[in-house]
């Protein structure tokens, strides 16, 4: 489930935004996605650490599980990220994406056409 994007947390006096914010009904936990255009970087993770921590201190249910984070980025080098994240004990991730020019074909039915989505869109205009 989409709780949000730029979700906003406070730190003491400092905001915080994660990019992305869900909740994962199996898992029962929250769900933090930050969205990254280059390689992954070792400060990333503390980031992340910083915002699971938050997360599970303002925002989780006593019954829900601890929050899980999931860093996406252009592309990662493994055994960088395996030291990056070694002695964290919260539950990250790192994954990688790709840009394509064109749509996959196994995605395209699961996709509205364009007229769809233009038509969708124009809901959200201001008159």
Known sequence: MRIGNQYHLMAGNRDLYIDLLLFH????SLVAIELKIGEFE????GKMQLYLTALDDQVKLPDENPSVGIIICKSKDKTYVEYALKNINMPIGVATYQLRNTLPEE???MLPEPEEIVKRLKLFEKP
């Open 25 to 28: 009904r199996r898992l029962r």
């Open 42 to 45: 070792a400060e990333y993770s």
């Open 107 to 109: 995605m395209k039915e």
